[in-house]
């Protein structure tokens, strides 16, 4: 059981590159979300799906495309990257049992724009 | 809107003293919270929430609705607890957490 699994662990682009971060989780989880986590802001919610085939939007969702077209994969996608994007971004799950289970936390990707 | 308030970037004590984080919220509804903690190069984990009412390695935290807050205690602090505490609320149906900007806890001998 890996729990949530997050790749790449790196990664450096330039401003207008695109680039898909992946995650997947194998705990048969519902819910699953995408934060940035950035200095003295804490961790911000940008996309979050309680389903396959459901996405919303979070608070920081502009930049950021996502999908669910299964159970286990959540995948981010940055459609032209720009520098204020240079984050760490973290993808978590949850079982959605309704009782607001616990968030599983993946290891993190560090992503810089420059 | 929730909010959650960290006041503290950074909190030092040495071990064996005690600790306590703060932790304030914003929310209209019934709040429910949790600490998450970062130990160096791990994942963010949950160390506890308020609904279960326990002690994971000597580390507490009451709701307290009037103050609106959820600090953490720890009677004494170890050096292995030294990491970055996130106090986070969720609010709504839809397991949405609203983190605060975190505290680095650093315990020194």
């Known amino acids: 059981n890996a729990g949530v699994t997050q790749t790449p662990k790196f990664q450096v682009l330039k401003t207008g590159q695109s680039m898909t971060l992946q995650c997947a989780q194998d705990?048969?989880?519902?819910?699953m979300s995408w934060y940035r986590q950035d200095p003295g802001m804490g961790l911000r919610l940008i996309h979050y799906?309680?389903?396959?085939?459901?996405?919303d939007q979070g608070e920081v969702p502009n930049g950021y495309n996502v999908s669910r077209s299964t159970t286990e994969d959540f995948p981010l996608r940055l459609l032209s990257a720009a520098p204020s994007q240079t984050s760490v971004y973290f993808c978590?799950?949850?079982?959605?049992?309704?009782?607001?289970?616990?968030?599983?936390f993946g290891n993190g990707t560090r992503l810089t724009v420059t | 809107a929730q909010r959650v308030t960290q006041p503290e970037k950074l909190l030092s004590v040495f071990k064996g003293a005690p600790v306590e984080l703060k932790c304030n919220y914003s929310?209209?509804?019934?709040?429910?919270l949790f600490w998450y903690v970062q130990y160096s190069r791990q994942r963010l984990q949950l160390l506890l929430r308020?609904?279960s009412r326990e002690s994971i390695k000597g580390f507490t935290a009451d709701l307290n609705k009037g103050e609106t807050s959820f600090h953490l205690k720890k009677p004494f602090a170890q050096e292995e607890d030294s990491a970055m505490y996130y106090c986070?609320?969720?609010?709504?149906?839809?397991?949405?957490?609203?983190f605060g900007t975190g505290t680095r806890l650093q315990v020194t001998l």
């Open positions: 978590a799950s949850s079982p959605w049992t309704g009782d607001n289970s616990p968030l599983h």
């Open positions: 705990m048969n989880h519902e819910y």
């Open positions: 799906s309680v389903g396959a085939g459901i996405t």
């Open positions: 929310y209209s509804g019934s709040p429910e």
């Open positions: 308020h609904i």
């Open positions: 986070a609320l969720m609010t709504g149906t839809a397991s949405k957490l609203t």
